[in-house]
Nanobody, 116 residues
Framework: QVQLVESGGGLVQAGGSLRLSCAVS????????MGWFRQAPGKEREFVAT????????YYADSVKGRFTISRDNDKNTVYLQMNSLKPEDTAVYYC?????????WGQGTQVTVSS
């Protein structure tokens, strides 16, 4: 009953913007915090941002603070990640999951590539 589908990745120049979407299905997520994570080649997957469904509370990794914004649309069961002032260091595959993440929910993610 659980499905997470990421979309919105692509190629963008440094300083540009991109918005990622995560479509969430399943009643189990109605009160679960959701997070964005990313993994660059040769590096471990890292936390990016989290949001609480009920309270709108957000928290960000220091590396993206002030540049990225996590948000939600409850009617569409969708979580977003607005990425501004993108840097080449942001290049990675971006994943969504509940927070803390469930191992079985990791999907294919969406590729974000930032050129200099």
């Amino acid at each position: 009953q659980v499905q997470l589908v990421e979309s919105g990745g692509g190629l963008v120049q440094a300083g540009g913007s991109l918005r990622l979407s995560c479509a969430v299905s399943g009643r189990t997520f109605s009160r679960a915090a959701m997070g964005w994570f990313r993994q660059a080649p040769g590096k471990e997957r890292e936390f990016v941002a989290t949001i609480n469904w009920s309270g709108g509370l957000t928290y960000y990794a220091d590396s993206v603070k002030g540049r990225f914004t996590i948000s939600r649309d409850n009617d569409k069961n969708t979580v977003y990640l607005q990425m501004n002032s993108l840097k080449p260091e942001d290049t990675a595959v971006y994943y969504c999951n509940i927070d803390p993440p469930h191992q079985a929910y990791w999907g294919q993610g969406t590729q974000v590539t930032v050129s200099s």
